[in-house]
């Protein structure tokens, strides 16, 4: 009878941590206006617009100020969409050297994982997910835009994402699925807008 009792309790710890994992809902923060479409006076003839390379990294922040890099297969491409979408190129390269200007975009997450099992697991365990427990998750992104001579503008953009997690997030968990994403799209759009607004892009000689 005990080992029966103690299996149904492991079976049903372990279910309301999945259900507690499951109904959970994220908000942008909002510290960053969202960007939105790209201005039509940002758009030249493509013979006169210059070619660009994109250097992206992205990486995870850890304890006491360390940070590993992390591989990210899908955010690259998101930003070289954008990069089009802004229509500030004639193209996009995947040679250094044949670019009039190299943009360097770097995206930190400083989201800790160690932490979020912790919270999560002792909300669980108390409270069988009755409670919600907040997570917030924070990205940075910094970017420079060179030719071949030098350094012109860098850039900083700071928001991030609140997560919670309890059952009363269950019915609208699987609209908020994105907001990650989302968030990082937003700073990569406003860092094309400014660059365009700047206007530190000298069109090519036709």
């Known amino acids: 009878m005990t080992v029966a009792h103690g299996q149904l309790r492991h079976w049903v710890l ?5 259900v ?7 908000f942008r923060g909002g510290r960053l206006p969202l960007a939105g479409p790209f201005p039509p006076e940002t758009r030249r003839e493509p013979a006169t617009k210059p070619c660009a390379y994109l250097d992206i990294s992205t990486y995870q922040e850890l304890y006491q100020g360390s940070q590993r890099r992390v ?9 070289q969409d954008i990069a089009v979408e802004s229509r500030l190129f004639s193209s996009i390269t995947t040679s250094r050297n044949r670019a009039d200007y190299i ?3 770097e995206v ?5 994982k160690y932490y979020m099992d912790c919270c999560v697991g002792l909300s ?4 069988l997910a009755l409670v919600p427990v907040p997570i917030k998750h924070r990205y940075a992104l910094d970017a420079s835009v060179s030719d071949s001579e030098q350094e012109l503008k860098q850039y900083h953009y700071e928001d991030y994402v ?7 997030f269950l019915p609208i968990s699987l609209f908020t699925t994105e907001v990650d994403d989302q968030v990082r799209d937003n700073m990569v759009q406003t860092l094309f807008h400014d660059i365009a607004k700047d206007g ?4 090519r000689e036709k």
Not at 14 to 18: D, E, K, T
Not at 108 to 112: F, G, H, I, L, Q
Request: proline share 5%; charged share 10%.
């Open 162 to 168: 609140t997560t919670w997690y309890g059952l009363i």
């Open 71 to 79: 591989f990210d297969p899908g955010f690259p491409s998101k930003v």
């Open 14 to 18: 372990s279910a309301a941590l999945v």
């Open 108 to 112: 930190r997450d400083s989201w800790n």
């Open 103 to 105: 943009i360097t975009i």
């Open 20 to 26: 507690f994992l499951c109904s959970c809902a994220s």
């Open 200 to 203: 530190i892009l000298a069109e």
């Open 124 to 127: 669980t365990a108390l409270t």
